[in-house]
């Protein structure tokens, strides 16, 4: 009998051998299989993409031209001639033809797409009608604002185009070269808009036969930087490539463009600014600006045709893998097939099931119901009821242990932690911070005015507002950190690998959502908080009394507000920026200028903060905040060269990257690259105190003396 228990025994371990080899060969099967579907689904979508990219490229290209060539005539102060509405006419027809391809293609790639673009496609063909009777009319019958709303609302449409394009990129991500083409290519069509739209304010201005305004002139500079600023990524992103054809275009953009091109530009400016004619020079450019901006589509255009012909290659790839893939998936279910058979339902099922039991008895989990195996003689029977008994075992052992730390470790009232989990937990937290240099921040709140709630309500609502502060402040952190009720009415939250401007942001979330969502009976209960960061090896009783502190300075300020306590005295406590009579230059008109860019922030930051953020909210206001501010530095350099002082340029030049940055925040919020709270930092720590407070304090010599 034990001689043929033992010879079972050792065949369903020889089965078990071979069915576990089995499964790994039909999942091996099946991962590659679907890999390898997965695989030429990609490359058959990026192939397609590429296709509408290429109409979508063309319908730029003649577009922008169209758009540049109309604005000048436009500009001019006569009717149309023969070769520019030859021109026109050629270029709007090569662009209705790609625009209607791309739409087709789209369709079928993202048709969320089309809707928008049709619409806005029919408005502009209506302004085209417009144009087209403006063109045989002197200029100073035309209608005022025509040649403005053309380039506007052509512009706009160009852009709608541009961001269909960036949309058909963000499927390339994660695919490897492709994705760096698409952004390659963006890059090039944004260089060449923002090339195309400096080009139009240099000669639109001339065409009007008046001076250049300084306005038009500003805004040929901050166009013309913007464009070097994105060719300087460009040219860097051509040489990683390592592609002699983009690099053999590249080196003809720089020859046509900026050789050619740019510095007859600029003579002619030149000499426009200082009164002259700039005589042939204007016909000069004009030979020169259609090969200037047709080598800049050029790299595009041989950019994407190098992406599609390595997505074509991907493809013939993918189709072979997906042959072999499918062939070895048929040939392991084969084997997997002959070998289950018998073996099936008497050993493979049973086993499965039991397995599954002791996972679940392992999570603490109901075990599936094991009768039929318990009720065999073999080695399963034994098996199952040992899962049994262990998880009967188990199951009372753990409700056991469940209920004391339960019960030692949980606020009765409001489900939160108590004192005694903080007491066990904290000093890990502390460790943890010190051994790798992480930050952690403190959180210690009070309900405002509480006593009046169970005074007039009585304790029973007291207890509902308690229990709803804990709900409400649970849903503000994360599942990683301590929120703990220390008594009363006063709670505490632990945040690990956090800072304090971190903190104070998760705390002003809480003072927010306590402020707005108001107890049926009690009304708004609101809260004070002070926040601190813990220093390297400080103890929990000093960072705890910082803490405390700093919630009674935000109590002794007025309530319903967050302090953070810093070692250095900053000027900002919380995300709400306070004038301060330190930051006053002296000079009336720069510090009425600084207090609105400290109200443009404040308003910014407080839609920022908000659970549900709503670009329609935030975009105008981060607009609002960023035309004030060049509006600012523009003002700001006129006086310092008044005043003649001596770091202007140094001073000019920081404005300039301060916008550019702003810049790139906006562009990468647009693309939803980036939360908008990425902006606190930038407004607090670049601009209010790395700029306004520090580096605009080495003027304040000049502007504090009294006057006479």
């Not at 166009?223 to 275009?249: K, M, N, V």
């Not at 050029?298 to 893939?325: C, D, F, P, V, Y």
């Not at 003649?644 to 940055?661: C, I, M, N, P, S």
Request: proline content about 3%; glycine content about 4%.
């Amino acid at each position: 009998m034990n001689s043929r228990i033992s010879a079972i025994s050792l065949q369903t371990k020889l089965v078990s051998c071979i069915l576990l080899i089995s499964l790994v060969l039909v999942g091996f099967s099946v991962m590659l299989l679907q890999q390898a579907r997965g695989d030429y689904a990609s490359m058959e979508r990026i192939e397609a993409i590429h296709h509408c990219d290429d109409r979508l490229i063309l319908a730029i290209e003649n577009l922008a031209f169209e758009r540049g060539r109309t604005n000048v005539i436009l500009a001019a102060n006569q009717p149309v001639d023969l070769p520019n509405l030859a021109f026109i006419q050629s270029r709007r027809q090569l662009a209705d033809a790609e625009i209607a391809a791309s739409l087709k293609m789209l369709a079928e790639i993202e048709p969320q797409l089309v809707g928008p673009l049709q619409a806005e496609y029919a408005k502009f063909r209506q302004l085209r009608e417009r144009v087209d009777v403006a063109f045989n009319l002197p200029g100073k019958v035309r209608e005022p604002k025509l040649r403005n709303e053309w380039f506007e609302q052509a512009s706009h449409f160009i852009e709608q185009l541009r961001d269909a394009f960036a949309q058909l990129g963000h499927s390339e991500v994660a695919a490897g070269q492709f994705d760096l083409y698409h952004k390659y290519q963006f890059n090039g069509i944004e260089f060449r808009l923002i090339a195309g739209k400096s080009a139009s304010v240099v000669t639109s201005a001339l065409n009007k036969a008046g001076p250049v305004t300084a306005a038009e002139y500003q805004s040929y500079i901050e166009l013309r930087a913007q464009a070097d600023y994105i060719w300087s990524r460009i040219a860097a992103d051509t040489y990683a490539f390592a592609s002699p054809a983009l690099l053999a275009q590249k080196n003809r953009i720089e020859e046509l463009y900026y050789r050619d091109y740019r510095s007859v530009q600029e003579k002619m400016l030149e000499l426009v600014m200082a009164g002259q004619s700039p005589g042939i020079l204007v016909e000069q450019l004009a030979a020169l600006s259609v090969p200037a901006m047709d080598s800049i589509f050029g790299l595009i255009k041989q950019a994407n045709a190098e992406a599609r012909s390595q997505a074509m290659r991907e493809k013939e790839r993918a189709a072979t893998s997906l042959q072999i893939a499918v062939l070895q998936f048929s040939l392991a279910v084969g084997f997997v097939v002959l070998i289950l058979g018998y073996f099936h339902f008497r050993l493979f099922q049973p086993l499965q099931k039991i397995v599954l039991a002791q996972k679940s008895v392992s999570a603490g989990e109901t075990t599936p119901f094991l009768q039929a195996e318990s009720d065999r003689n073999d080695e399963i029977g034994l098996l199952a009821r040992g899962v049994i008994r262990l998880q009967e075992s188990m199951l009372e052992e753990r409700r056991l242990k469940d209920i004391h730390a339960d019960m030692a470790m949980t606020d009765r009232l409001t489900g939160l932690n108590n004192r005694q989990l903080l007491d066990r937990e904290i000093d890990s937290v502390m460790e943890l911070s010190d051994r790798y240099q992480e930050p952690v921040s403190m959180i210690i709140f009070d309900l405002d005015r509480f006593k009046t709630v169970n005074d007039k309500w009585g304790h029973l609502v007291g207890d509902e507002v308690l229990q709803r502060t804990a709900r409400l402040s649970r849903e503000q952190v994360r599942k990683s950190d301590l929120l703990i009720r220390l008594g009363g009415e006063e709670f505490l939250a632990v945040l690990p690998r956090t800072g304090v401007t971190a903190a104070v942001i998760t705390a002003e979330k809480i003072r927010t959502v306590l402020e707005i969502s108001p107890h049926p009976i009690a009304g708004v209960v609101t809260a004070s908080f002070g926040v601190a960061e813990r220093n390297r090896a400080e103890s929990f009783k000093n960072w705890y009394k910082r803490c405390d502190a700093a919630m009674y300075q935000a109590k002794q300020a007025g309530r319903n507000r967050v302090t953070a306590c810093t070692e250095e005295s900053l000027p900002v406590a919380s995300v709400h920026v306070e004038w301060l009579s330190d930051w006053e230059s002296g000079h009336a008109e720069i510090d009425a200028q600084h207090k609105a860019l400290v109200e443009d922030a404040n308003r910014l930051m407080g839609v920022a903060l908000l659970r549900r953020q709503d670009p329609a909210e935030i975009l105008p206001r981060l607009d609002r905040l960023l035309e004030h501010l060049v509006q600012h530095f523009v003002f700001e350099e006129s006086v310092l060269q008044e005043l003649g002082f001596a770091q202007a340029d140094e001073h000019a030049t920081e404005h300039r990257q301060l916008v550019a940055k702003a810049l790139r925040l906006k562009t990468a919020y647009q693309q939803a690259e980036i939360k908008p709270s990425a902006f606190l930092s930038f407004l607090v720590d670049d601009v209010i105190i790395g700029h306004m407070i520090k580096a605009d304090a080495d003027y304040f010599t000049l502007t504090r003396k009294p006057a006479g």
